[in-house]
């Protein structure tokens, strides 16, 4: 799969077509969602991650 084109700061929100933050914030990341996959091998521990980071206590 090819580098995307468009990127988006996460500190500033500002969309961008560069790997660095023109306002000089860092690295951007792509404002695109994973793709979905019905047999989400991995899903369980992304979400006790999220809720971890988040401060939630996670359901085992």
């Not at 799969?1 to 500033?12: E, N």
């Not at 023109?22 to 404002?31: D, L, M, N, S």
């Not at 994973?34 to 359901?59: C, H, N, W």
Request: positive net charge; proline residues 13%.
């Amino acid at each position: 799969m090819s580098d995307p084109l468009l990127r988006v700061c996460p500190v500033c929100a500002r969309y961008t077509f560069r790997a660095d933050c023109p306002e000089g914030h860092g690295p951007t990341r792509t404002p695109h969602p994973a793709r979905f996959d019905p047999a989400d091998r991995y899903g369980k521990y992304r979400r006790r991650l999220q809720d971890a980071a988040r401060g939630r206590p996670s359901a085992a």
